[in-house]
């Protein structure tokens, strides 16, 4: 392996807008060294095996090392949590850590993460040094791995004898990179420009010595600048302690017993997924599509984001040869947009795309219990191969394309594999759900300072083939809504309402889960943000299940001014007294709702998840009373059940997009690709 080839000279360049070609220095660096797996133009060799095939490595170390890892991974977590000082960091933790062989494969799999490539591709691993931070947040340098400015990221090197054995990583979305609006999300960008401070892969720390310069360079471009400066010391600080602990493991155990164990970690998830997911998949070709709605520029319109899944029984050359193979292709995806929906899927063969869509997989799984168990780490990365566009879509943007709302984009996608893989098994898959958006308020406070209050909140997921959806939940893993508590006692409004949207989950045999209702008044006037998607066009119920209720905000509830807000907005004014209200989505449903027992419609009834009124509509069910004692008219809903039944066509579609996709379709209710 050659470490001397890897220069700064070798990083992927952005990409010419008016030709849709690489710059001249990137076709040169192309030309003059070999491309390896990971598709980097760079000598350094990614993704590879650290022992032979067919070491053996006790079985029992190998659940030792893999506790360790998710022991240290909490570790790391739980350090910046505690603490970092943004509340998107310290309260909402939406951040993410990982940890990495040398070979940039992530071990760990609880969740997500970014990805080392970028570091190794731009600073050879002999010239890393113990107490070395490196840091990067640049969308177009990140390999994939980065979806927006505000996604900040650290990397620390782990070494053992001397050299690099492991790299541990945190990356979270912060409070202000810069850009054009608080919170650096300006929901009609045109540029990436607009969106704040790009910083490429630099040193942050040499040897235990923070940049300076570069941290007063970050700090000068955020609004919250203190906020910022300790959020990254905590990361920083936090990754450190994470590297000390992966050392003392390979001092302990010896780095070739460690690295077979890694071997052994990956390998035994490549084969779990093969054996119990992949294999519950027919051999053939299915395709799906769902869109987003809008990117704050132009006017709504369908933004097709289009899978084809291949299935084969065997995969091709390379490793995952001789067993079921997924081929993912996002042909058919459309141009990329003005507004800020792009994502940069295409690079490093899509490898983050990979584990980002890869935990849908596991719905496949045997029991629920099972598929809770199965952790997502590189070792699904050779079961699926992806094939992108040509440059210029919403998956393959061109630089300088605005990136800040790509939550549009890669959430879709986990509907859409969701979907294409529920043609395949006969809909033995959930629903659809929308579980992230970002809403908040910013202005004075009390004392006249600038604040920013901003949250994630969830919503609800889709029923599955066995169970209702989940309420209120988040696809970032251990995030949360923020305080009430805190909320109040920090910023100028009171929380007035914290709830269940009732009515919100889509009608079905299986119920989708319910969103947040969320009220809050304002104390001082200021302005409203949001960036959030699924306010047209529904989650989609599947097999008979109706679509959930769209996402909502409500300023001025009840008074003279009373408004809905679009769900794109930078600064709607909110005058003191006045009210928000946030009705975040609900999930699809699953099965014919006319089919779910009047038991469990009296039981949504009492628990106040269903009106009487959401019962006779969406359920067919006839109810008296009260929440607290609802009666059933079994007589009575059953005649309705009938007569629901008798006024449907006699043939509908496989999914159920809900009343807004005719909005945007020129009146279709369905698209081509919703029939089996």
């Known amino acids: 392996m050659c470490f001397s080839c890897q220069t700064a000279a070798t990083r992927l360049a952005p990409v010419d807008a008016a030709t849709g070609s690489q710059h001249p220095e990137v076709s040169a660096a192309h030309d003059g060294a070999a491309v390896?797996?990971?598709?980097?133009?760079?000598?350094?060799?990614?993704?590879?095996?650290?022992?032979?095939?067919?070491?053996?490595?006790?079985?029992?170390?190998?659940?030792?090392?893999?506790?360790?890892?998710?022991?240290?991974?909490?570790?790391v977590e739980t350090a910046i949590a505690r603490t970092s000082r943004s509340p998107m960091i310290r309260d909402a933790h939406d951040f993410r850590a990982g940890i990495h062989d040398r070979q940039l494969r992530k071990l760990t799999g609880r969740s997500y993460s970014a990805l080392v490539h970028p570091i190794a591709r731009d600073f050879p691993l002999d010239e890393m040094s113990e107490g070395d931070v490196f840091f990067h947040n640049d969308v177009y340098e990140s390999e994939g791995g980065i979806g927006h400015l505000p996604d900040l990221c650290v990397t620390v090197p782990v070494f053992s004898g001397g050299e690099v054995v492991a790299f541990v990583q945190a990356f979270g979305h912060h409070d202000d990179i810069g850009g054009a609006v608080p919170g650096s999300m300006p929901s009609n960008a045109q540029t990436v420009f607009e969106e704040g401070l790009s910083v490429p892969p630099i040193k942050l720390w040499d040897k235990g010595v923070p940049n300076q310069a570069a941290l007063r360079i970050m700090t000068r471009n955020s609004r919250m600048p203190d906020s910022l400066a300790a959020d990254l010391d905590a990361e920083c600080s936090a990754c450190l302690m994470g590297a000390r602990r992966l050392g003392e493991l390979f001092e302990r155990y010896g780095r070739d017993t460690i690295e077979a164990a890694f071997d052994a970690i990956l390998d035994k998830t490549t084969e779990t997924y093969r054996r119990e997911i992949l294999s519950k998949i027919p051999d053939g070709t299915y395709v799906w599509?769902?869109?987003?709605e809008h990117d704050g520029v132009d006017e709504p319109k369908l933004h097709t984001q289009r899978i084809t899944l291949t299935k084969q029984s065997t995969g091709g050359p390379g490793p995952g040869d001789g067993g079921p193979k997924l081929i993912i292709d996002f042909?058919?995806?459309?141009?990329?947009?003005?507004?800020?929906i792009n994502h940069c899927g295409d690079y490093v063969g899509g490898n983050f795309l990979k584990k980002w869509l890869a935990p849908i997989l596991r719905n496949l799984a045997d029991t629920p219990e099972r598929m809770a168990e199965l952790d997502v780490?590189?070792?699904?990365?050779?079961?699926?191969?992806?094939?992108?566009?040509?440059k210029g879509t919403l998956l393959t943007p061109i630089y300088p394309a605005p990136t800040n709302a790509r939550t549009f984009v890669i959430l879709r996608l986990l509907g859409v594999l969701a979907g294409v893989v529920a043609k395949a098994v006969d809909g033995k898959m959930p629903a659809d759900q929308e579980t992230i958006r970002y809403t908040g308020v910013y202005g004075k406070d009390r004392d006249g300072n600038d604040y920013l209050m901003r949250e994630v909140l969830g919503g609800g997921s889709g029923g599955r083939y066995y169970a209702d959806g989940e309420d209120t939940i988040h696809v970032v893993p251990d995030s949360r809504n923020l305080p009430t508590e805190f909320t109040e006692s920090r910023f100028p409004f009171i929380v007035e309402r914290l709830g269940l949207a009732v009515d919100s989950g889509g009608a079905g045999r299986h119920r989708g889960g319910l969103g947040y209702e969320k009220h809050i008044r304002m104390l001082k006037d200021a302005h409203f943000m949001s960036i959030a998607d699924r306010s047209i066009l529904a989650c989609w119920g599947v097999k008979g299940g109706k679509a959930g209720r769209p996402f909502e905000v409500t300023v001025d509830v009840g008074g003279p001014e009373e408004r809905t807000v679009d769900a794109l907005a930078?600064?709607?004014?909110?005058?003191?007294?006045?009210?928000?209200?946030?009705?975040?989505?609900?999930?699809?449903?699953?099965?014919?709702?006319?089919?779910?027992?009047y038991a469990e419609v009296e039981r949504d009834l009492r628990w106040g998840k269903v009106s009487f009124e959401g019962a006779r509509r969406d359920f067919g069910v006839v109810a008296t009373g009260d929440l607290d004692e609802p009666v059933i008219d079994a007589a009575a809903s059953d005649a309705l059940r009938e007569q629901l039944r008798g006024d449907r066509a006699a043939e509908q579609p496989f999914f159920d997009r809900g009343p807004g996709y005719a909005t945007l379709a020129a009146g279709q209710t369905a698209a081509d690709v919703d029939w089996v």
Do not use: C
């Not at 599509?289 to 987003?292: G, I, Q, S, T």
């Not at 042909?331 to 800020?340: D, I, S």
């Not at 909110?574 to 999930?587: C, D, E, H, L, M």
């Open 36 to 75: 390896n797996p990971a598709g980097l133009p760079t000598a350094y060799e990614h993704g590879n095996r650290l022992t032979p095939e067919g070491t053996t490595v006790d079985p029992i170390l190998v659940e030792i090392v893999e506790g360790t890892l998710a022991s240290v991974e909490m570790e």
């Open 570 to 597: 930078d600064a709607e004014v909110v005058k003191a007294g006045q009210v928000i209200r946030i009705r975040t989505t609900g999930g699809g449903g699953w099965g014919d709702p006319l089919d779910r027992p």
């Open 377 to 390: 780490n590189e070792g699904i990365v050779p079961l699926i191969e992806m094939k992108f566009p040509e």
């Open 289 to 292: 599509e769902d869109y987003a």
């Open 331 to 340: 042909t058919g995806t459309a141009p990329q947009a003005k507004g800020p």
